[in-house]
């Protein structure tokens, strides 16, 4: 098995069954449906136009092209829309490196030969991102390839195995024609990805998010930059931003909200589903930069007299954030905080224990109204990962969480 | 109540996009846009007054190309160059690229070593702390807080509208000087089509294209915010080029009334704002062209960085370790180290050398506005928003004259020779 690049096949002469010189190669061609990798076709510029040579019908590459039909079988390139044509698609473009977490700028591609029956078999293994396949293409023409090849073997290598290659593709009709998703990128932390779209045109940005999972998107649009969050919603459907909204932390959907035009805003919270359209509203109603305003109302509240096979029950059927659950509520039937049960002490604890035997001392908790610095505060003198908010009531309202302590704090260094 | 609403919205929008297109002007109005303008001025008087218009309306024109070209992609100038035309023309784009604005680079560490040495500090002491200083500005990420130093003190180029008036210069003359063309026997005076490239390189710089298009995308500019965008980008020409015409009137009346026909160093070049500061002059232009130089090379060498970088494939950002970006990182320190090293040659002629390098730029100029133009209407890349025809007529004329011009100037190196 050998290799050969993209930029070695483009513009080989080929030869018909003949073995007359038809044209030569100006694309290489993908059909991701039928898979992911193998090259389905050659685009050959001949005299008369365009014409697509299957594979399949190549009987050698060998510092030409020989193809086993005649010239004048080749169909036109009319229909080429479904491939994914390497050139044109993936050369000198932008791609997501996935295994990487970042974007990069393709600049020649590798594929594996092999022979099937006798015939050729092109798979592409890896896009090269570094030097070597710069290189390659600025020589070609100018140094003979046999000359170059021993110069690059000294160039050291940077590939990005094609399974670890998710393209972006700005046209959804193409998007789904040529099957691109981002489940792999899907498989990244949400800040990873929050960097990478952080990097992209907001063009592109968009398709990463019309393709993404709701519940993917919207853990990774918590993690975006304000102002590019901002351009995302924007561009957007309401309904699509409505179905991402939902999934995120109240807190930072809210927080999101806040940033848009009114209008846009209720447009956005009439599509929602009535239970967290109501928990973000009433977020929005407080002032951002209050206690209030940082609180998410996804927590665990319990009564008093709940104890700890209570609590890890609520747990397990708790589907807010894992943030939020490091310490546990409890409140009497007013809704008036009485205890807060730290997550470590809860699992020390033998079975059954009352939760209040658990609570930790003192009890710390804001008011609504507490300003940041005052929040800050108190996390810092009591070591906190969780902060209780309460109204005038002395009603639990909400909890602060340290993640969003340390996002603003980080906006002030 | 209701209209008082929408002129707030109004504002606040513009607000959220202002910023690109006047940082870039007061960058244009650099060392080497000084002492071009004041060269220009002293040696010829009101000779080349005439281009400011077509100047103006050109550097509109192909400002305006890029900021759209960056709202509507979302993407830099050396990105779409190399998404549209592939590695090598981009590799020698970048080539290219990276000359002229070493030229550049040289040319403000000319206008600093020119600047402090009004105030008696020689050169090798001047350039390398300076270079040490714009070098940190950047690695210890105090860009953002110092621009806004830099900015304010870019106010000093009205004192050059305020001297230019001072001066009594001959008004109608030089009105008309601004609308006619200069008689046919200009044209072949020793040295003028050379200033005429120079002139327009040092107002339409190639890296001034390459530096808004990035700080538009930076900022987030949208399609929508395109409209505020483009008055913030237009009112920028303006003030670079309202600035241009009175250095070169200032200059007019001052040193080519008087019979200074050569600017040959600082201190020449300070005696137009005579009129306005007297004696003191000399401490006025100083402190101005050391703003103007110290706060263009602080963005010069960063934005090729990054221009060459991205259209490369390189990582790049300040927000990066060394180790993470290592060919942005030495990028930016040899353009500095080696732009301060050449003015380190002893017995260098500051203005010469800056002016040549404001020649390359016109000379460069032409390659830029091509693959600007040919990108600008590129229907899948523009969509609705591609070159309207007036717009195309005047960017090709811009860039025929260039190459017209650079062709007339070889050819009078030739004859010359």
């Known amino acids: 098995m050998s290799t050969v690049t993209l930029s070695e096949l483009l513009g080989l002469p080929v030869y018909d069954a003949t073995g007359q010189a038809s044209g030569r ?108 396949g710069a290189v390659r293409r600025l020589l070609k023409g100018v140094v003979p390839m046999a000359a170059l090849r021993p110069v690059l073997q000294h160039i ?37 990805i929050a960097d990478i779209i952080e990097e992209l045109a907001p063009d592109e940005r968009e398709a990463v998010f019309e393709t993404l999972d709701e519940g993917v998107a919207a853990e990774a649009l918590e993690e975006v930059d304000p102002k590019v969050q901002k351009a995302i919603i924007e561009s957007l459907d309401s309904d699509r931003v409505a179905d991402i909204v939902e999934e995120m932390q109240p807190d930072a959907a809210a927080d999101l909200l806040a940033e848009l035009p009114e209008e846009h805003t209720e447009k956005i919270l009439e599509e929602m589903e009535p239970e967290e359209r109501d928990e973000v509203s009433e977020l ?126 980080r906006d002030r260094i | ?64 190309m890029t900021a759209r070209m960056g709202a509507v992609t979302g993407k830099g100038l050396s990105d779409l160059i190399r998404e549209e035309f592939g590695l090598r023309v981009t590799f020698f784009m ?119 298009q990035a700080s538009i995308v930076e900022k987030g ?7 505020a965008s483009r008055i913030d980008v237009i009112a920028g020409c303006f003030f670079t080029d309202l600035v241009a015409w009175f250095i070169i009137v200032a200059c007019a009346a001052t040193l080519y009334a008087h019979g200074y026909h050569n600017v040959a160093d600082a201190k020449d070049a300070a005696q137009a704002l005579r009129p306005l500061a007297g004696q003191y002059a000399y401490i006025l232009f100083a402190l101005g062209l050391f703003n103007a130089s110290l706060f263009a090379a602080s963005i010069l060498p960063l934005s090729t960085a990054y221009t060459v970088c991205e259209g490369l494939g390189f990582e790049s950002g300040i927000g990066k370790k060394f180790s993470e970006a290592p060919v942005f990182y030495w990028l930016y320190t040899i353009l500095i180290v080696a732009g301060a090293g050449v003015i380190l040659t002893p017995g260098l002629p500051l203005v010469k050398i800056t002016i040549l390098s404001q020649v390359i730029n016109g000379v460069v100029l032409p390659f830029v506005l091509i693959f600007m133009l040919l990108l600008a209407n590129k229907r899948d890349l523009m969509g609705e928003f591609v070159n309207s025809r007036v717009f195309n007529v005047i960017a090709w004329a811009t860039t025929i004259a260039m190459i017209g011009l650079t062709i007339a100037w070889f050819w009078s190196l030739r004859a010359g020779s």
Not at chain 1, 58 to 83: H, L
Not at chain 2, 17 to 24: E, H, K, L, R
Request: proline share 4%.
């Open chain 2, 1 to 64: 109540m209701k209209f008082l609403k929408r002129w707030k919205t109004r504002l606040l929008v513009f607000l959220a996009v202002v910023g690109p297109g006047f940082i870039t002007a007061n960058v244009d109005n650099d060392a080497g846009g000084i002492w071009t303008y004041s060269s220009a001025g002293a040696q010829f008087g009101h000779m080349l007054l005439w281009t400011m218009i077509p100047i103006t309306v050109a550097l509109v024109v192909v400002q305006e």
């Open chain 1, 156 to 192: 050291p290598p940077r590939l990005i195995p094609w399974d670890f290659v998710d393209l972006i593709e700005t046209d959804p009709a193409r998007r789904v024609k040529l099957k691109i998703s981002h489940d792999r990128l899907a498989t990244l932390h949400p800040a990873d």
């Open chain 1, 25 to 132: 190669v100006r694309e290489v061609g993908l059909a991701p449906q039928e898979d992911r990798a193998r090259i389905a076709v050659f685009i050959v510029k001949t005299k008369s136009g365009d014409r697509v040579l299957p594979l399949a019908a190549v009987s050698k590459i060998n510092g030409g092209v020989r193809a086993a039909t005649a010239a004048d079988t080749w169909s036109t390139s009319a229909g080429a829309e479904g491939y994914l044509l390497l050139a044109r698609d993936l050369l000198d473009q932008q791609v997501i490196d996935v295994h990487g977490r970042k974007v990069v700028r393709v600049n020649d591609i590798d594929m594996h030969r092999d022979a099937h029956h006798d015939r050729p078999v092109l798979k592409v293994g890896s896009v090269d991102v570094g030097a070597r």
């Open chain 1, 284 to 409: 929005l109603e407080f002032k951002e930069n209050s206690a209030a305003g940082r609180m998410t109302t996804e927590f665990i509240s319990l009564p008093v007299t709940a104890n700890s096979h209570d609590a890890i029950e609520a747990l397990r059927h708790f589907e807010g954030g894992v943030e939020t659950v490091s310490t546990i509520y409890l409140v009497d039937s007013q809704g008036t905080l009485v205890g807060a049960v730290p997550l470590a002490k809860l699992v020390l604890a033998p079975r059954a224990t009352a939760l209040l035997s658990l609570t930790q001392e003192p009890l710390i908790a804001a008011h609504v109204g507490a300003n940041d610095k005052e929040v800050a505060e108190l996390f810092d003198k009591y070591n906190l990962l969780t902060l209780p908010v309460i109204d005038d009531q002395s009603r639990l309202s909400g909890v602060i969480t340290s993640d969003d302590v340390i996002s603003m704090l």
């Open chain 2, 221 to 227: 500019v949208s399609k929508r915010q395109l409209r």
């Open chain 2, 94 to 212: 970048m080539i290219g690229i990276l000359i002229t604005n070493f030229g550049n680079v040289v040319a403000e560490f000319a206008g600093i070593a020119g600047s402090l040495e009004l105030f008696g500090v020689r050169r090798y002491y001047s350039v390398p702390i300076c270079a040490l200083i714009v070098w940190l500005i950047i690695v210890k990420g105090q860009y953002k807080s110092v621009e806004k130093v830099f900015l304010a003190a870019s106010f000093f180029y009205i004192t050059y509208i305020v001297a230019g008036v001072l001066a009594k210069p001959a008004w109608i003359e030089a009105l008309t000087a601004t609308v006619t063309l200069p008689p046919k026997s200009t044209w072949v005076e020793n040295g003028y089509v050379y200033m005429v490239i120079g002139v327009v390189g040092t107002t339409i710089a190639p890296w001034m294209q390459f530096y808004l």
